[in-house]
């Protein structure tokens, strides 16, 4: 079955870089996009980024410059990089599989929790 | 970006019937697809699908969920409440490659 799961550090400092990874079961991330979605603690969801079957990647401009995904097709996995963390990063940290023509999240992983602090 | 309105809360009596309403700042419909859809979170716990492309009930959800809705105005209705649907509910657009989610709407008894 389809299977995500998310895994990095806890904890961060400011101005670091962080590395995230989704590895994914039950399905290959060349047939459908992966993407990443962000949850401050009590709020939202906020999409940050998705990288699509062929490879193509689509990103929040609110977050563009700092962030980066890309993956590792024969590992079934997944990686969000996003550099310059702020403490406003902090939050619950979400994979999901990005149906190709629907655009929807039909599975999500667990999350992780990222908290940004000096 | 699409900007999605949602209602920040509302207030539910079990066994009744609920609608949570999405706004779009524009339509997020081609031709006769509406790029719309449905997650229910609980605390503690990841999103869940409900309902893709505004009216398409995701593989095991209940059918007391239904979504309507087009261009710019959806709905999401649940009937009848049950207390597992304590939830928080959000919708979400695709029409444009910037997906944005609404802020939520947070179900109480």
């Known amino acids: 079955q389809v299977q995500l799961e998310e895994s990095g550090p806890g904890l961060m400092q400011p101005s670091e870089t962080l590395s995230l990874t989704c590895t994914v079961s039950g399905f290959s991330p060349t047939s459908n996009g992966v993407g990443w979605v962000r949850q401050p603690l009590g709020k939202g969801l906020v999409w940050m980024g998705t990288i699509w079957a062929g490879g193509s990647t689509n990103y929040n401009s609110a977050v563009q410059s700092r962030l980066s995904i890309n993956r590792d097709t024969a590992k079934s996995q997944v990686f969000l990089k996003m550099n310059s963390l702020q403490p406003e990063d902090t939050g619950t940290y979400y994979c999901?599989?990005?149906?190709?023509?629907?655009?929807?999240?039909?599975?999500w992983g667990q999350g992780v929790m990222v908290t940004v602090s000096s | 970006d699409i900007v999605l309105t949602q209602s920040p809360a509302l207030a539910v009596s079990l066994g009744q019937r609920t609608t949570i309403s999405c706004r779009a700042s524009?339509?997020?419909?081609?031709?006769?697809?509406?790029?719309l859809h449905w997650y229910q979170q609980k605390p503690g716990q990841q999103p869940k699908l409900l309902i893709y492309?505004?009216?398409n009930l995701a593989s095991g959800i209940p059918a007391r969920f239904s979504g309507s809705g087009s261009g710019t105005d959806f709905t999401l209705t649940i009937n009848p409440v049950q207390a597992d649907d304590i939830a928080t509910y959000y919708c979400?657009?695709?029409?444009?490659?910037?997906?944005?989610f609404g802020a939520g709407t947070k179900l109480e008894l």
């Open positions: 524009q339509s997020v419909s081609i031709s006769r697809h509406n790029l």
């Open positions: 999901g599989r990005h149906v190709n023509y629907g655009g929807y999240f039909d599975y």
């Open positions: 979400q657009q695709s029409r444009e490659s910037l997906n944005t």
């Open positions: 492309r505004a009216s």
